[in-house]
């Protein structure tokens, strides 16, 4: 265990018992972060499947499934929300009549601003919102690792009235399975994520979807290279949440799409008049900025792919 995780573990001491809601990809992943780290308090899980509760059980995830919400965070310390952001509020309404006065109530959604604001109304200083910015095209306990938040980062959008407390145990609960912990305003986290997440996966969706719909779909599948390959990768992730992340963030994505949409218009003007200075100028900064951001691609690139 690094110095951050152990950091993380020592100050989780206090928290004798973590109510998991929702234990799929996320969830399950964070239950089998924890036990790896060596968090030696007790896991509660809640699925709405059955067989999904026992599959998290089985695979060590969680100690125990409860038959309801609000049996599973009766006698916790800290909760964690970890299903598509639109049900949040509700599922918050029905389990702040139950949760002990203590307890802190956090989450994993990827659009914060709403589920910051319902999650202050009920809890108060208690609510801590947090984003942990990993995961995988597949979805499900099947598919949780005990490594998705290694060395990643997880962003935690404290307001004026958090608890200091709350957000010492949340920023814990992250550092204990090895994530770098940021701290940022709700609202820019959702501008940023509408830029860095939400549209690439609504492109890549798009893409996919007009591949599906092309009338020699059979001969273009014949064509595909890395490149479509690695872009549309995420098109496999689960589209009902994506569903719910992008009408969550509506305004925010609305806005850089219409960003977007211009940055599209001037591509298609310096296609049409043949600028073929324009269009390498373009690709340059990106290609400068894709650079910038990761380094340049150690093998480089096939031309043709």
């Not at 060395?151 to 608890?163: A, F, I, N, Y």
């Not at 589209?239 to 799409?257: F, G, T």
């Not at 003007?269 to 400068?288: H, N, P, V, Y």
């Amino acid at each position: 265990m690094n110095a951050k995780a152990a950091s993380g573990a020592e100050a989780l001491a206090e928290v004798g018992t973590i109510a998991i809601l929702g234990v799929g990809l996320i969830g399950g992943s964070l239950g089998l972060a924890l036990k790896a780290a060596g968090f030696a308090g007790r896991i509660i899980g809640f699925n709405r499947r059955e067989s999904e509760a026992d599959l998290a059980r089985a695979r060590g995830a969680v100690d125990a499934s409860a038959t309801s919400m609000q049996a599973a965070v009766e006698t916790a310390d800290l909760v964690i929300l970890c299903m598509g952001p639109g049900v949040m509020p509700s599922v918050m309404a029905q389990i702040a009549p139950v949760c002990p006065g203590h307890a802190v109530i956090s989450d994993v959604g990827s659009v914060k601003a709403g589920i910051v604001k319902a999650g202050e109304a009920l809890f108060g200083g208690r609510f801590v919102g947090a984003h942990p910015i990993a995961g995988r095209e597949q979805h499900g306990i099947e598919a949780a690792l005990p490594a998705l938040f290694a060395d990643r980062s997880c962003v935690l959008t404290p307001s004026q009235g958090t608890e200091q407390r709350a957000l010492r145990i949340v920023r814990a609960l992250w550092q204990a399975v090895g994530s770098e912990v940021h701290e940022m305003d709700a609202g820019l986290h959702d501008q940023m994520l509408a830029l860095t997440s939400h549209l690439p996966h609504l492109l890549a969706y798009v893409l996919l979807d007009l591949v599906a719909g092309h009338p020699q779909q059979q001969q273009i599948a014949a064509l595909l290279g890395g490149g479509f390959r690695d872009f549309s990768r995420i098109a496999s992730s689960d589209p009902v949440l994506w569903a719910d992340i992008s009408l969550q963030n509506r305004q925010a994505l609305l806005e850089i799409l219409a960003d977007y949409r211009q940055q599209l218009d001037s591509l298609a003007t310096a296609l049409a008049i043949e600028d073929g200075e324009a269009l390498q100028k373009r690709f340059s900064r990106g290609k400068m900025a894709r650079d910038a951001l990761f380094g340049p691609h150690p093998e480089g690139l096939k031309q043709n792919d």
